[in-house]
T-cell receptor, first 112, second 113 residues
Framework: DAKTTQPPSMDCAEGRAANLPCNHSTISGNEYVYWYRQIHSQGPQYIIHGLKNNETNEMASLIITEDRKSSTLILPHATLRDTAVYYCIVRVATYAGNQFYFGTGTSLTVIP | EPEVTQTPSHQVTQMGQEVILRCVPISNHLYFYWYRQILGQKVEFLVSFYNNEISEKSEIFDDQFSVERPDGSNFTLKIRSTKLEDSAMYFC???????????FGQGTRLTVV
């Protein structure tokens, strides 16, 4: 099961940075932090993942604290199309694959 | 950009009937997954498939469910005798490895009446 805690909802003004927090205080050393989002009832969309270093891609940045007990997903310039449910998932990959256990996530609303 | 394709997008079936949901994973991926999402609830893992066999399954994935990779491109989920509570969005996903991200299809909405 997902071992993360996220606020249930957040608002962000269009054009501003959206900072979505996630607590994963029981994370173990070989568990990665993944972020996905789901827009309406579409399939979950991969955003970014990391182990202990901060990561950045064309969609977002992931900041992981030094003790790895929490992380923040940053959408640098939120647009209305970023309105979605954002899921933070910790996961250790096994031979069986990379199964994800989704929690309830954070519902982000970008306001014009 | 490669994507996971699912068909049909919406399927309505009578209770007790068998349904097969179809997926075409990304071509060079080795791991395949099925998830479901009952309306208003969480996305739930059902099963993972690797090297032509089930590698992990959840409690939801009981004897009514089966998966198959009948050829080199398709990945199917069969529900043997559908129940009303099987009504949900079913998502297929695939990944190239165990540490890589999984890519999800757009889902099949199954409605059991």
């Amino acid at each position: 099961d997902a071992k993360t805690t996220q606020p249930p909802s957040m608002d962000c003004a269009e054009g501003r940075a959206a900072n979505l927090p996630c607590n994963h205080s029981t994370i173990s050393g070989n568990e990665y932090v993944y972020w996905y989002r789901q827009i309406h009832s579409q399939g979950p969309q991969y955003i970014i993942h990391g182990l202990k270093n901060n990561e950045t891609n064309e969609m977002a940045s992931l900041i992981i604290t030094e003790d790895r007990k929490s992380s923040t997903l940053i959408l640098p310039h939120a647009t209305l199309r970023d309105t979605a449910v954002y899921y933070c998932i910790v996961r250790v990959a096994t031979y069986a694959g990379n199964q994800f256990y989704f929690g309830t996530g954070t519902s982000l609303t970008v306001i014009p | 950009e490669p994507e996971v394709t699912q068909t049909p997008s919406h399927q309505v079936t009578q209770m007790g009937q068998e349904v097969i949901l179809r997926c075409v994973p990304i071509s060079n991926h080795l791991y395949f997954y099925w998830y479901r999402q009952i309306l208003g609830q969480k996305v739930e893992f059902l099963v993972s498939f690797y090297n032509n066999e089930i590698s992990e399954k959840s409690e939801i994935f009981d004897d009514q469910f089966s998966v198959e990779r009948p050829d080199g491109s398709n990945f199917t989920l069969k529900i043997r005798s559908t129940k009303l509570e099987d009504s949900a969005m079913y998502f297929c996903a695939s990944s190239s490895g165990t540490y890589t991200e999984a890519f999800f299809g757009q889902g099949t909405r199954l409605t059991v009446v």
